[in-house]
């Protein structure tokens, strides 16, 4: 090996070595980005010429800078649609970044919603999932995910279950046999309840109870006639009718409900609506207790369950663990409206960096496998969360410092081939 060639095997190690600290100056740099994944220099000799049979190194040069994949921290923030990943897996994003249109993948969870309703990352890239349709069925295929628009289509009610305490009292002096025209003065005891036709028009039901003696009560569910088709406004007109009786504990023992129908205006004609009082002994094979019973006290309405609903916005979403984004909606109802994929490849550092956090599939990674969160060995979801930056300062901080002292030794190495080659500069004088 010449002394010129010392000159250049040095030269190399410095220019190594100096795009070596860029590589731990620029995962300094981003200690604190969402979703950064550090990097690390990766150093290959250099082969000069052969000295018999061996070939003589000439130096070393950058052959190589790796993404390291390894978790970051997962931060609490509250967001409403801030995400981390614990785990395996990238978030999906598509659209346009730098002018190229493509299919993207970051682990920056920082997601939005844009003024179309899709949900976005931070650069505006439509994030990938699969939409789930009203009737729970999930989408088999990724595609953008549009969360704003969506309503909850009004439910009609079809049962009603009442839980009361009716007064054994009251069967000492049964009443007047009930008239529709002054329930209210033939009734021991009266609730109300509100149902909802297959528009989703809340309808007030008014419920009447009479006692007729030896535990025995019917009663009556009335709704104003102005509300029916055919009916006059102002007037109670009955809607559902049945029986009830009660052994000697007060235990329900039968229910016999009569015909229920409501033609409600303008709404689906025939509306049956199903109203149960408990767990009746002999009618449905209970105890007796699960539900209305007949004890000596006042009157009460101890529990009320009805179905159905009317249309609904979306106030609210919520994402779970396997990724799956539930909504809120102002009429108290709750769905679920996609499910967030991730990717996992054969390589994660085959992957090339495209700035912004992103990332994109070379020939080396190999093909995206893209599934549901908390599938496949896939990271789980967490919500009101981010995943920081995976750089540890303190060790990037120790790098550097080797590093720098590698290019100094390497400047040393072209100082020293410098004063020997001026040496030999001398021999002519």
């Not at 095997?9 to 995962?27: C, K």
């Not at 990766?42 to 052969?50: E, H, R, S």
């Not at 061996?54 to 190589?64: C, D, H, M, N, P």
Request: a negative charge; proline letters at 3%.
């Amino acid at each position: 090996m010449s002394l010129l060639t010392s000159l250049f095997t040095g030269a190399s190690g410095m220019g190594a070595h100096g795009a070596a600290i860029g590589v731990v100056g620029d995962n300094i740099a981003n200690v604190s980005t969402i979703g950064f994944k550090r990097t690390r220099a990766g150093f290959a000799d250099v082969l000069g010429g052969t000295l018999g049979s061996q070939r003589l190194g000439a130096g070393v040069r950058l052959g190589s800078v790796d993404t390291q994949f390894e978790q970051g921290s997962v931060q609490q923030t509250g967001g409403m649609l801030d995400v981390a990943i614990r785990g395996h897996g990238m978030f999906v994003v598509s659209g346009q970044h730098n002018g190229q249109a493509g299919q993207y993948y970051t682990r920056d969870g920082r997601l939005q919603l844009d003024n179309t309703g899709y949900l976005v990352d931070p650069r505006g890239l439509r994030v990938q999932g699969y939409a789930i349709d009203s009737a729970g069925t999930m989408a088999t295929s990724i595609s953008d995910l549009q969360l704003t628009g969506i309503t909850s289509p009004p439910v009609a009610t079809t049962t009603a279950d009442l839980t009361l305490r009716l007064d054994s009292g009251a069967q000492t002096t049964p009443l007047a046999p009930f008239d529709p025209l002054n329930p209210g003065t033939t009734s021991n005891y009266a609730t109300s309840a509100t149902v909802y036709d297959s528009l989703g028009a809340p309808h007030k039901v008014d419920l009447y109870f009479r006692a007729q003696g030896g535990g025995a009560w019917e009663w009556h569910a009335m709704v104003d006639g102005g509300e029916l088709t055919g009916g006059t406004a102002g007037v109670a007109t009955e809607i559902a009718t049945g029986t009830m009786t009660f052994d000697a504990n007060g235990a329900l023992d039968t229910e016999t409900p009569g015909a229920s129908s409501a033609n409600f205006l303008n709404a689906a004609p025939g509306q049956a609506i199903a109203f149960d009082f408990g767990d009746a002994i002999t009618t449905d094979g209970g105890t007796g207790r699960a539900g209305t019973t007949q004890p000596a006290g006042a009157n009460a309405v101890v529990g009320l369950a009805i179905d159905g609903h009317g249309a609904g916005q979306l106030i609210d979403l919520h994402i779970a663990d396997d990724g799956t984004i539930d909504g809120a909606f102002d009429n108290g109802d709750t769905r679920s409206l996609g499910r967030l994929a991730l990717a996992t490849f054969t390589d994660e550092q085959g992957l090339a960096r495209a700035g912004d956090g992103l990332f994109t599939q070379t020939a080396t990674s190999g093909q995206p496998l893209i599934d549901a969160a908390a599938t496949g060995g896939r990271g789980s979801i967490s919500a009101g969360a981010l995943e920081g930056s995976n750089v540890e300062l303190g060790d990037e901080l120790v790098t550097m410092i080797a590093y720098q002292r590698a290019f100094q030794a390497n400047v040393k190495t072209v100082t020293t081939a410098d004063e020997m080659l001026a040496e030999v500069a001398q021999i002519k004088r």
